[in-house]
């Protein structure tokens, strides 16, 4: 009988390990994505305009309020799609 190689990473028995941790690198990256994009045109602002810093700080400060609200309704709609699964998995709708 031929020896079976063993599996590097089972993602049967690690599932909502996995699960979470895509949820965390996604909101992550998100609020990283909008503090850049938002730093980005503030730097072009200050260098069209010859400020110093002034439009960054504005857009870095809009940039972590607007990634904060997109976290929070990916939060919201992560933990909604779960009470829905859990309740139809309840009343046996899958």
Do not use: H
Request: with cysteine; hydrophobic share 40%; aromatic share 12%.
């Amino acid at each position: 009988m031929p020896k079976r190689k063993k599996k590097v990473f089972d993602y049967k028995r690690n599932r909502a390990w996995v699960e979470n941790l895509y949820i965390v690198t996604q909101l992550g990256l998100t609020m990283a994505g909008c503090i850049g994009f938002c730093f980005f045109i503030g730097l072009y602002l200050d260098k069209w305009l010859g400020t110093r810093g002034v439009f960054i700080t504005i857009f870095i400060i809009l940039g972590v309020i607007g990634g904060g609200n997109v976290v929070y309704r990916q939060i919201i709609e992560i933990t909604e799609q779960k009470e829905n699964n859990k309740i139809n998995s309840e009343n046996g709708d899958d």
